[in-house]
């Protein structure tokens, strides 16, 4: 029945490899179901409710993957958009403060949008139509934004007048932790031990107790109330004219953010011929579902995990691997009390939290998905530049939507000086526009 379903043997693979691949990919990305709760909670969300979200969503969209697409690509909820989503909590976007439940109904109807592309195949011409170097650059960029985070959530990385940012207090208890978690996972990495970062995980975890930097809670219970985020949208908060760029950026994020993943996994996996991804339609239906039924259930935007390819590295290649990892989504539900001692942090000023303990995964996922940097072809200036601009604009725009769009608009502009316009698609062009367009509309928004 697996072979009939999964197509196997056409794909080059066997259930085991299947299985295999599909335990690694969650290995490498369940770092999301400790991660998530602690970002969402300084939104003012419940950190168990928000966890049970997490599963459920991840899972969701995981098995319309697993059986739509047959990709062997999981999904959760996006590392940059949850971040993103706790910015216009606290007003960095709008100006003012904004309720949890209005920015969940702004990726509600970003999800919805998502969905209603697909009527116009819009995003599967934008894949189609995306130059390669920027293909290779968006999952570059998002690496270098996760790390930044990573930095700072550790302590590693701290604000500072003048410079902006300087390294942090080296001898304080959280960032040793820090540091004793990146070492080690590193070397796990290096030393090529599968589940290297869950293991990183959890040995960061045990070392942070005799300290007082994490706190046993126990290992297994029932899974907690997800009521307190369940349907929590505010969609008539979103009349607030202000919250239109909210959602218009949600969108772009979601968009792109499983545009570059889609791409950078499809290509390892094989399912790029000649430049073209297959079944994009029913891949990206995934994500596009995974967003609005997340947001449903109580979290931020759904994506495409780049750590898919960790799963396509140790053999997946079909969605049975991606059937696996949704499985351990829904059974990591019983494992709250877990979740709650790795992801919780650490208070170190009044209203101000570390994260130790999960801080070294997201450098080192930085540090993953980096890689793509090699197919960008540097010496050709006008592919270079609107490339770096997308790495470099991410991290230190803090925005994954304001990176990309410095790349689109530098783009069509640097091909027409050199005398290469019409190596740019039409829709890149229009693509260009409409990001100018945002980042107008941002700037209106600022200055009113």
């Excluded at 939104?43 to 991840?58: E, I, N, P, Q, Y």
């Excluded at 995980?201 to 985020?229: C, E, K, M, R, S």
Aim: net charge neutral; hydrophobic share 60%; charged share 10%.
């Amino acid at each position: 029945m697996l072979q009939r379903l999964f197509k196997l043997s056409e794909h080059g693979t066997t259930v085991r490899a299947e299985l295999r691949g599909g335990l690694v990919t969650f290995l490498t990305m369940s770092y999301i179901i400790f991660v998530q709760p602690g970002v969402l909670a300084a939104a003012g969300m419940d950190f168990g409710a928000v966890m049970v979200a997490t599963c459920l969503a991840s899972a969701l969209a995981t098995f319309i993957m697993a059986f739509g697409a047959n990709y062997p690509v999981a999904l959760a909820p996006c590392m940059g958009e949850n971040f993103f989503f706790v910015t216009v909590v606290l007003g960095v976007v709008t100006g003012s403060a904004v309720s949890w439940r209005i920015a969940l109904a702004a990726v509600f109807v970003s999800g919805v949008l998502f969905l209603l592309l697909s009527l116009f195949r819009l995003r599967e011409a934008i894949i189609a139509a995306l130059p390669l170097s920027l293909k290779y650059a968006i999952p570059a960029g998002i690496g270098m934004f996760i790390a930044l985070i990573g930095m700072q959530q550790g302590g590693l990385v701290v604000a500072a007048k003048g410079s902006m940012v300087k390294l942090g207090d080296l001898t304080s208890g959280p960032v040793l932790l820090t540091l004793f978690g990146l070492l080690l996972t590193s070397v796990l990495l290096v030393l090529k031990v599968r589940g290297a970062i869950l293991w990183g995980l959890l040995a960061a975890t045990l070392a942070g107790l005799p300290f007082g930097l994490t706190t046993y809670h126990g290992l297994v219970d029932l899974p907690p109330d997800i009521t307190p985020v369940l349907f929590g949208m505010d969609l008539p908060g979103l009349l607030d004219v202000a919250m239109i760029p909210v959602i218009v950026i949600f969108l772009f994020m979601v968009l792109f953010d499983t545009i570059g993943t889609l791409v950078g996994v499809g290509q390892q996996a094989g399912l790029l011929k000649n430049g073209k991804l297959e079944r994009a339609g029913r891949a990206l239906l995934s994500d596009a579902v995974g967003t609005t039924a997340g947001a449903l259930l109580g979290t931020s935007t759904v994506s495409s995990y780049i750590e898919s390819a960790a799963g396509v590295a140790a053999g997946a290649r079909t969605g049975l691997a991606a059937a696996v990892c949704g499985l351990l989504f829904l059974l990591a539900l019983f494992f709250f009390p877990l979740v709650q001692m790795v992801g919780g942090g650490v208070e170190v000023a009044e209203g101000v939290f570390l994260h130790p303990v999960t801080a070294p995964v997201m450098i080192l996922v930085g540090s993953m998905m980096m890689r793509a940097v090699r197919e960008i072809p540097f010496d050709d200036p006008s592919e270079a530049i609107p490339a770096f601009l997308v790495v470099i604009g991410m991290p230190l725009t803090y925005s994954i939507a304001d990176g990309l769009a410095l790349g689109f608009i530098a783009y069509p502009i640097l091909k027409l000086f050199s005398g290469r316009a019409r190596e740019v698609p039409l829709l890149v062009y229009i693509m260009a526009v409409l990001l100018g367009g945002v980042f107008a509309l941002k700037a209106f928004m600022g200055a009113s």
